[in-house]
């Protein structure tokens, strides 16, 4: 599975960004996928994650600012974020689970500035 990450950038804060997550390969596999980031000097945490059944679960911090969705079937997921903060500033991480193991996507950095 190859993932491809896509629609970082800088975004003032209270501002919206989304990002898109494309899988390929053995997608049929993927039971879920989702985001994590990582800040500078933090180690990585989980942003949100969404079921090959749909459920979708999120971190506490994203305190229903973001919203993780599909078009179809697994592919793609994009993550929609609103009311970006300061401290979402961090390289975001997209991923997928499949039974045998997790694969990951290249990050793509979201800047939220004051």
């Known amino acids: 599975v190859q993932l491809q990450a896509s629609g970082g950038g800088l975004v003032q804060v209270g501002g919206s960004l989304r990002l898109s997550c494309a899988a390929s390969g053995s997608i049929f596999s993927i039971v879920a996928m989702g985001w994590y980031r990582q800040a500078p000097g933090k180690q990585r945490e989980l942003v949100a994650s969404?079921?090959?059944?749909?459920?979708?679960n999120y971190a506490d911090f994203v305190e229903g600012r973001f919203t993780i969705s599909r078009d179809n079937a697994k592919n793609p997921v994009y993550l929609q974020m609103n009311s970006l903060k300061s401290e979402d500033t961090a390289v975001y991480y997209c991923?997928?689970?499949?039974?045998?193991?997790?694969?990951w996507g290249q990050g793509t950095l979201v800047t939220v500035s004051s």
């Open positions: 969404i079921s090959s059944g749909g459920r979708a």
């Open positions: 991923y997928a689970d499949l039974l045998s193991r997790q694969y």
